[in-house]
């Protein structure tokens, strides 16, 4: 049996837990997947053709990521489990503090001033679906405009360049963002689920649990002390700006379950805005797609 594999997601519980021992302790023979040297990405400020863009739903499809347990947002893990690309892990989500970011002198001040505005997202991933979420309050359908601007930090690239007018980011990088002065206009905090493999043991998935619980209270505790675990997975051009005494806690894991009335719900509102072409969209059941304690 080889090592239990575990991909960060851009938080700070799996670098917590490993400083601290806790995924030895619990008897999990481990290592990291490094997600950032794995996923290919573009970067641009034009639009990209709908067969050119990629996002986190597309690391799942095809060969699918080569580790054990990963996150990304639940409306792509909800998609790609109900496609049988893994399951979803359905004893624990989490949270993520996002937002829709505008550099400090832009003239928009409130979420309708987006009205036609190309807001620079990755495509299937949390940020799409979490402005498509936030704006719906706000705008009619036809004025929310997205730009597919790639992966998460290709995204803050274009951003702090200056090429894209508004961005959405979560994380670390709306912490960075926050640091240079950059303003949130709209909040996108969104939930995250973990894809497992098909073929993982269980029990080895709740170990990682177990140990990223007790980080999440020792990061609960005294966030201070971890902050610095932000610049692991920061490209190296951003990390001697960095100021990660002024970051905050992050993904935030809730140990509950992700219920039957969450995938349904989620998977609808997805089908609803048409996200996915009709061809793509799973039809797994909430049985047939999520693990769940027995």
Request: hydrophobic content about 35%; overall charge negative; charged content about 30%.
């Amino acid at each position: 049996m080889g090592k239990f594999v575990i991909a960060p997601h851009m938080r700070l519980q799996e670098w917590v837990a490993e400083e601290k021992d806790y995924f030895s302790q619990e008897g999990l023979d481990y290592e990291f997947y490094d997600v950032k040297t794995h996923v290919a990405a573009i970067k641009t400020a034009d639009e990209l053709p709908p067969e050119k863009r990629s996002g986190a739903y597309q690391t799942f499809e095809g060969k699918g990521r080569a580790c054990d347990v990963s996150s990304a947002c639940h409306w792509t893990v909800n998609m790609a489990a109900s496609n049988g690309h893994g399951r979803l892990w359905g004893e624990a989500y989490s949270v993520t503090p996002g937002g829709i970011y505008v550099p400090p002198d832009s003239d928009i001040k409130n979420p309708e001033d987006l009205a036609g505005v190309p807001v620079t997202v990755g495509f299937q991933s949390g940020s799409h679906y979490s402005t498509i979420q936030a704006l719906e309050p706000f705008l009619e359908r036809d004025a929310i405009q997205l730009h597919f601007g790639g992966m998460l930090f290709q995204r803050l690239e274009l951003f702090l360049d200056g090429e894209v007018p508004a961005a959405n980011l979560f994380g670390g990088p709306l912490y960075f963002a926050e640091q240079l002065g950059y303003r949130k206009v709209l909040d996108t905090t969104f939930m995250v689920a973990a894809m497992i493999s098909d073929d993982v043991d269980e029990e080895d998935v709740r170990k990682c649990y177990r140990a990223l619980k007790r980080a999440q209270a020792d990061i609960d505790l005294r966030l201070e002390k971890y902050t610095h675990y932000y610049q692991n997975e920061f490209p190296e051009r951003f990390r001697d700006q960095m100021d990660t005494r002024l970051f905050g806690p992050g993904e935030r894991i809730v140990f509950d379950p992700y219920t039957k009335e969450m995938f349904d719900e989620t998977h609808k509102w997805v089908e609803d805005w048409k996200v996915f072409d009709e061809d793509k969209v799973g039809h797994g059941t909430y049985e047939e797609s999520v693990a769940t304690a027995t």
